[in-house]
């Protein structure tokens, strides 16, 4: 087993992402065949993998085109400027880079109650994960779950697309065409019992079911 560490911000979801131990590895190639699992990790707890994306100027913001994150640390205080520190402002969205999603995300109830990140229970985040390497051009709908041969029980889920492929996070330009969840397979997991989804790219359902596949996961 692998320890997966992810580096978490502020706001975040309680389905999506990211302390994790690696169990089960299942690889998808196309829909013609089944997907099958076809990894089991070894006994090892020694073996931590930070999977996080590093914050550069470059790494998209989600619907802002080429903008980026831009310089996200400036100097405030510096000490051969006569300065006793050295001190950098930090300015960052909440949006940015490998997150979690709260419920207020988008749904606006939980910020008018003050339930935020703050309320997620950490145990979503620690235990067994199914890692899917998901390498067809296509999202994943509940025909593609289906047959993916996921075991029952299962509570985590990782996937990793073809949003790798193509380096996406390390890209500038925001794109739309993102490999993401769909609604119908957003309700398919949680329908199945599973808490915790997580994706390689800034959201893990599709660009124009961005409200609908959120607060099915959500709700």
Not at 35 to 40: A, P, T
Not at 164 to 192: H, P
Request: aromatic share 10%; hydrophobic share 40%.
């Amino acid at each position: 087993r692998t320890v997966y560490i992810f580096r978490m911000k502020s706001k975040s979801f309680a389905l999506f992402c990211y302390f994790l131990l690696l169990t089960q590895h299942i690889r998808c190639h196309d829909m013609e065949g089944e997907c099958k699992i076809q990894e089991q990790q070894s006994e090892n707890f020694n073996q931590i993998i930070d999977i996080s994306t590093p914050f550069t100027p470059n790494v998209p913001l989600f619907d802002h085109g080429d903008e980026g994150i831009g310089e996200f640390m400036t100097p405030r205080l510096r000490i051969p400027n006569g300065d006793f520190a050295n001190i950098d402002n930090l300015r960052m969205d909440t949006h940015m880079g490998t997150h979690i999603d709260s419920e207020q995300h988008f749904i606006d109830e939980y910020r008018q109650r003050g339930v935020g990140i703050e309320s997620l229970d950490l145990n979503i985040l620690i235990g067994p994960v199914l890692v899917v390497n998901f390498t067809i051009d296509s999202n994943i709908t509940r025909d593609a779950l289906e047959q993916m041969s996921i075991p029952e029980g299962t509570e985590r889920i990782l996937f990793i697309t073809r949003n790798t492929e193509r380096n996406l996070m390390y890209q500038r330009q925001f794109v739309t065409d993102f490999v993401a969840v769909s609604i119908c397979g957003a309700e398919w997991m949680v329908e199945k019992g599973v808490k915790l989804v997580g994706i390689d790219y800034l959201s893990v359902v599709k660009y124009d079911e961005t409200v609908g596949g959120h607060v099915a996961f959500l709700t």
